[in-house]
């Protein structure tokens, strides 16, 4: 992969170079991405695509940082998008199993949102653990774990909505 497509990519088509926040950017340029996956092929095809983004974005952000003094730019924001995709596999998983249009679900993508940013930007005990890796893997590792704590959150909060959890 040479520098100028793993800069296209580790900047998510470029909203990792919009100011101020890059990350809430980032994680807010993955929501269309994702309604049209699951409109597309569901929560499978979402859950696939997030693993290849994965792959793409870790090698992508191993040659876009490979010249630089800095493990993790703030325009680097494709492990905001791995993350945000993960934080609504409740989301997509819900809505496929219950036969509904995925946007009903609108609580969840709120939700996931706030919730993935909070842990993005807190980075409580493991995402915190994975940043301080520094590495490659680290950058998109804490993203993956606050992805999958704001995952488990909104589902619970989903619990207490609808009377499960009480």
Do not use: C
Not at 50 to 70: I, N, S
Not at 109 to 137: E, M, N, Q, Y
């Amino acid at each position: 992969m040479n520098v100028k497509t793993a800069r296209l990519i580790a900047s998510f088509f470029g909203s990792g170079y919009l100011r101020p926040a890059s990350g809430t950017w980032g994680t807010l340029a993955a929501l269309p991405f994702a309604y049209l996956i699951l409109l597309t092929g569901g929560f499978w095809l979402l859950l696939v695509l997030t693993l290849l983004t994965f792959f793409a974005g870790l090698q992508a952000t191993k040659v876009a940082t490979a010249a630089g003094d800095d493990h993790d730019p703030g325009w680097i924001v494709i492990d905001e998008v791995v993350g945000m995709w993960i934080a609504l596999f409740p989301v997509a998983y819900g809505a496929q199993m219950m036969g509904v249009e995925v946007h009903r679900l609108w609580p969840g993508w709120v939700s996931g949102f706030l919730l993935f940013r909070l842990f993005d930007i807190w980075k409580p005990w493991l995402v915190g653990r994975a940043d301080r890796l520094g590495t490659p893997l680290g950058v998109m590792l804490d993203d993956i774990i606050a992805g999958l704590f704001a995952a488990v959150v909104s589902t619970m909060l989903a619990g207490i909505a609808h009377g499960v959890l009480m």
